[in-house]
């Protein structure tokens, strides 16, 4: 990619930063060289590592701040302290200085910093969280992942068309397959909500794409591009594939480790064994979206390595560049007429997420 966009990064989030964030970013600027980052932060920590990486050094805007947000800062917190990097990265996009924002600090204090300084896209009700995860016929995409706990028809619809265009903007897709995830495959399982909820997406633009229930079976499976789901479903969904796949690498290692002829078969495996850990490496994986704000939001997960921060970098230039939230209002104007009856149909929330 050789756009001419700007980032702003928050350079004190995350547990090893800044020295994992220049780092990331020093990769970052190898992969897109037109790029620029404005990056907020405490100069007198981050000035001598961006002397020491001289490609991100050379891309950088450092902008000082005094305050960095904690791990265990309450978001409401959060919101009071306005010279945070976190707060100060945000201001930037929803003041034009940049097109999207990058952090790897305080998961909450992201999303509820996101929602009040950037406000949603028209027509969006409520962001989501969405992810890629590995499956049997290649990566699926993921939300919500938890900034929803409770959601409605409109919510669910909402979610599958942005799921759609990040599937088509980050996996490259021209046409992925959507599907709702339920307690079973046939029509009558599940509540209200989510049957009304099929119904809608049937009869939209996105209906050649919509499978239909798909199980927590299906998400590893990759029975379908996209798994569409409320965030106390997907988070329960996401950590449980994250402890599976923990558990699979202590037992593999539990096995290669248990006798003379285990360790002989792991020498002969072993390429087939470094393919396979390349393939499930959750640094691919890494950069969390919230789509559906004025605004790209990526999340990094807090413990990653610099690999890993430059791939949510990535993703953040990829939903730039292929101009996602444009793409995100084309598709709510496509499915709006389709909509109505069976939104106004459906039970509010029982209370805000």
């Not at 966009?5 to 990331?24: E, K, N, R």
């Not at 970013?25 to 100069?43: K, M, N, Q, S, T």
């Not at 005094?66 to 996009?93: F, Q, Y």
């Not at 396979?276 to 999340?299: I, S």
Request: glycine share 10%.
């Amino acid at each position: 990619m050789s756009a001419a966009y700007t980032l702003s990064v928050d350079g004190m989030g995350g547990d090893f930063a800044p020295d994992v964030v220049v780092a990331g970013l020093e990769i970052a600027a190898e992969r897109h060289p037109a790029a620029r980052f404005l990056v907020l932060g405490d100069e007198a920590r981050l000035a001598p590592l961006l002397a020491a990486h001289k490609r991100a050094g050379a891309a950088v805007t450092l902008r000082h701040t005094p305050d960095a947000i904690g791990n265990e800062m309450k978001p409401t917190a959060a919101l009071r302290l306005r010279t945070s990097s976190m707060r100060m990265a945000i201001d930037a996009v929803a003041g034009g200085e940049a097109e999207g924002v990058v952090s790897a600090g305080n998961t909450g204090a992201l999303l509820t910093l996101s929602k009040i300084v950037m406000k949603t896209l028209p027509g969006i009700d409520r962001p989501a969280m969405a992810a890629i995860a590995p499956s049997g016929r290649g990566d699926v995409v993921m939300l919500d992942l938890g900034a929803n706990i409770v959601c409605d028809v409109r919510n669910l619809v909402e979610f599958a068309v942005m799921g759609d265009v990040f599937a088509r903007t980050v996996l490259g897709l021209t046409a992925p397959t959507l599907g709702l995830l339920n307690v079973g495959s046939e029509e009558l399982k599940g509540d209200e909500r989510i049957r009304q909820a099929a119904d809608v997406l049937r009869e939209s633009h996105l209906g050649p794409q919509f499978h239909g229930f798909v199980e927590g079976h299906d998400i590893a499976a990759g029975t379908t591009d996209v798994i569409v789901t409320d965030g106390f479903t997907g988070n329960v969904a996401l950590k449980t594939g994250e402890g599976a796949l923990k558990l699979m690498s202590q037992m593999l290692r539990q096995v290669f480790t248990s006798s003379l002829s285990a360790k002989l078969g792991y020498l002969l495996l072993r390429p087939s064994l470094e393919r396979l850990r390349e393939w499930l490496d959750p640094r691919r994986y890494n950069g969390a979206v919230m789509l559906g704000l004025n605004g790209v939001v990526v999340k990094s997960h807090g413990g990653t390595d610099a690999e890993g921060f430059a791939h949510a970098v990535d993703v953040a230039m990829d939903m730039v560049v292929h101009r996602f939230n444009e793409r995100i209002r084309e598709g709510l104007a496509r499915i709006g007429p389709a909509t109505p009856a069976a939104m106004a149909a459906a039970e509010p929330p029982v209370a805000p997420a």
